[in-house]
């Protein structure tokens, strides 16, 4: 009835992990965060006329949680705590970070923000599949553009039908 | 003999043809997602709020009940033959799964897997039938400090129970929390951290936050840690289903599993991954085969399997009767409700029995049309994961940015998704659980109201949040629920 079975059967990962990140940064970020939500929630009365509480209390209350939770994780870091990447089912939590894959991903949900309004979904959704396409290691992208154009414009024409707001067509040309 | 009646006037609902073809979507596109990598319940049912404007709510719910429960039988079929089990709640299917379809013996592993489903979906959804009118009776006597003391304890075995460790856990509680105060203060009007940008004065909405963790932070996730080398599926043509012997092996393991998974579904926080390893680890105890387990028991496909469907009924006891979400995909079930202006609760089963009885009533029949869909056509499920995954995750993407985009055309929407985005990302590689955030998104507001009106009945004594015997009770149990793995540590180090 030994659990160490277990663990061997499970997921593939090498018993050997690399180095153990040391991420300060995470906790400090929340502190920072922590410390921009008290703020707010001090410039918030605490409390209002008839009830004890006011529109503050919770504020402050979620504030002061990160600020103190961020303390621990520094805490926490220094003291060699342990952070594994979690396996996913195409992932594998134990390799090095491929950067320009991760990039490129990380462009294709950025693009919608600039070319969402000004030239429409269907377009930016195919771009943004091409360069995921991509990202995934697929070499012919005249033919993602092909799939994405097909399935943005599906998608535009059936959500559209479902009641979904989701501007012209191409705006550029009005249609 | 009401609930009978109700549950007759559920299943007049639920077999109205639309409703029958509803459920029929749900299931199919449960089981295709159960299936597909990077893409599950929660965020498919997100991803489909927009058709709750056109869609009437007890049809759009049929729909989304098909999709949770196809998603348990879908989940399964890749872990047996291919080792990679989508959510957490079917890792221990692939424990011995996988080896038996090693074996040669895949077809029996589906087959248990699916007939263990059925039988526990249907047993669930009969316990769900009759516990959820008796809860909900309680509920009524429930006033806002018995409601804050149980979302005090839900967020306190959440954020416990779930991640690798409580610290991780609680930021993301907290995470979630904080986001749920951006925006208008639903009792004053105040607008709140939305620094003088109207955009934000509606307040960030579950389905954008959801949408970008689960689907843009698994997307840069993958991406960026690729296993190229695919995986090889297990054969099944030929084979033979379940013998006798697997049988009388597997009718055991289903109900223990059933009995297992509901109570845990209903808890905040234990989810599907907690059920279904406690109903392994009971399963590999109680077996008189010891010695396969780990080689392809079927046991250990029948318990967890079984564990893992009752659990997804568990979870609607304490949605429906509390409107209390304990897992992810609860929580969009929630933001649906409210779409429709709905809150459930106790009231919704007297004002909306058509609803609530209708969506019960769909769940038998839609474990049996996912049963008819799995078993038989397993063989044209598996065909779905040919889809390359470069095109796959692409399209994944595609429809996440419809979804933030029709919600309300907002460039802010999209900015807020890439930078969620990566906050799920950064909580992948560093291992923080990503449930809790939309718990606490979408809890804490309520959280926020009840006790902000408990206080206000008490005239700010805070001594009224633990002024009824059940939050005394809860909220004893919330600070034990923290307090206690803290004190055993230092009881043991001193010891």
Same mark, same amino acid.
């Given at each position: 009835?030994?659990?160490?079975?277990?663990?061997?059967?499970?997921?593939?990962?090498?018993?050997?992990?690399?180095?153990?990140?040391?991420?300060?940064?995470?906790?400090?970020?929340?502190?920072?965060?922590?410390?921009?939500?008290?703020?707010?929630?001090?410039?918030?009365?605490?409390? %209002?006329?008839? /009830?004890?509480?006011?529109? $503050?209390?919770?504020?402050?209350?979620?504030? *002061?949680? !990160?600020?103190? &939770?961020? +303390?621990?994780?520094?805490?926490?870091?220094?003291?060699?705590?342990?952070?594994? %990447?979690?396996? /996913?089912?195409?992932?594998? $939590?134990?390799?090095?970070?491929?950067?320009? *894959?991760? !990039?490129?991903? &990380?462009? +294709?949900?950025?693009?919608?923000?600039?070319?969402?309004?000004?030239?429409?979904?269907?377009?930016?959704a195919t771009l943004s599949f091409v360069l995921v396409a991509n990202a995934f290691g697929s070499r012919r992208w005249w033919l993602d553009l092909v799939y994405g154009l097909i399935l943005a414009c599906a998608a535009w024409f059936l959500f559209k039908q479902l009641g979904l707001q989701l501007g012209r067509f191409f705006p550029p040309l009005g249609v | 003999m009401e609930t009978f009646e109700l549950l007759l006037h559920g299943f007049s609902v639920a077999l109205q043809p639309t409703n029958l073809m509803w459920a029929l979507v749900g299931s199919v596109l449960g089981t295709a997602i159960g299936i597909l990598p990077g893409i599950g319940p929660a965020l498919t049912i997100a991803l489909l709020l927009p058709v709750t404007t056109a869609l009437a709510p007890t049809s759009a719910f049929i729909m989304f009940a098909g999709i949770l429960y196809g998603a348990m039988y879908g989940g399964s079929t890749t872990s047996i033959l291919l080792n990679t089990p989508g959510e957490a709640g079917s890792m221990m299917t692939a424990l011995e799964g996988n080896k038996m379809a090693r074996a040669g013996r895949g077809a029996a592993a589906l087959a248990t897997a699916a007939i263990g489903s059925f039988v526990a979906g249907t047993i669930a959804t009969l316990a769900l039938t009759f516990a959820a009118p008796a809860v909900a009776e309680l509920a009524f006597y429930f006033k806002p400090t018995d409601y804050f003391a149980i979302t005090a304890l839900a967020f306190c075995s959440v954020a416990v129970v779930m991640g690798t460790s409580r610290t991780r856990g609680f930021v993301s509680l907290f995470l979630g929390i904080a986001i749920g105060v951006i925006g208008i203060d639903s009792m004053t009007g105040q607008p709140r951290l939305t620094f003088g940008n109207m955009q934000l004065l509606r307040g960030i909405a579950l389905t954008v936050v959801l949408v970008s963790l689960f689907a843009v932070g698994e997307i840069l996730y993958v991406a960026s840690r690729y296993r190229t080398t695919p995986g090889v599926m297990a054969p099944i043509k030929g084979q033979l289903w379940m013998t006798k012997q697997d049988f009388a092996r597997s009718w055991k393991p289903w109900l223990r599993g059933t009995a297992i998974g509901f109570p845990m579904g209903a808890l905040p926080g234990s989810g599907s991954e907690i059920p279904t390893m406690l109903s392994y680890t009971l399963e590999r105890k109680l077996t008189k085969h010891p010695e396969e387990f780990g080689k392809g028991a079927i046991e250990g496909v029948a318990g967890p399997e079984a564990a893992n469907n009752a659990a997804a009924a568990g979870i609607l006891v304490p949605l429906l009767t509390l409107g209390l979400p304990t897992s992810a995909t609860a929580a969009v079930l929630l933001a649906a409700f409210q779409n429709y202006g709905l809150q459930p609760g106790p009231f919704l089963f007297t004002s909306n029995p058509a609803l609530i009885w209708g969506l019960i009533a769909s769940l038998y029949v839609g474990n049996v049309m996912l049963l008819v869909l799995n078993l038989p056509l397993v063989g044209i499920w598996v065909q779905l994961l040919r889809i390359p995954r470069p095109q796959l995750y692409a399209g994944i993407l595609v429809f996440a940015m419809i979804g933030v985009w029709g919600l309300a055309g907002s460039w802010m929407d999209l900015t807020i998704m890439l930078v969620v985005g990566l906050a799920g990302y950064v909580m992948r590689v560093y291992d923080f659980p990503i449930a809790p955030v939309l718990i606490g998104l979408i809890l804490g507001p309520m959280a926020e109201t009840q006790l902000r009106t408990a206080l206000a009945a008490g005239q700010g004594n805070p001594m009224v949040l633990v002024s009824t015997p059940l939050s005394a009770v809860l909220i004893t149990l919330a600070v034990l629920l923290l307090a206690l793995p803290i004190l055993l540590k230092r009881l043991r180090a001193n010891a």
């Open positions: 009835m030994s659990t160490d079975e277990r663990n061997t059967t499970e997921g593939g990962s090498p018993a050997a992990a690399p180095a153990s990140p040391k991420p300060y940064w995470i906790g400090i970020g929340l502190m920072v965060m922590g410390a921009v939500w008290l703020y707010a929630g001090f410039g918030l009365p605490q409390g %209002a006329r008839y /009830a004890a509480v006011g529109p $503050g209390l919770f504020v402050t209350v979620a504030g *002061a949680g !990160l600020l103190v &939770l961020g +303390a621990i994780l520094v805490l926490q870091i220094s003291r060699g705590e342990t952070f594994e %990447a979690q396996d /996913a089912e195409d992932a594998d $939590g134990s390799t090095k970070m491929d950067k320009r *894959a991760f !990039l490129t991903a &990380l462009v +294709a949900v950025a693009l919608p923000i600039g070319t969402m309004g000004p030239l429409g979904m269907p377009f930016t | -």
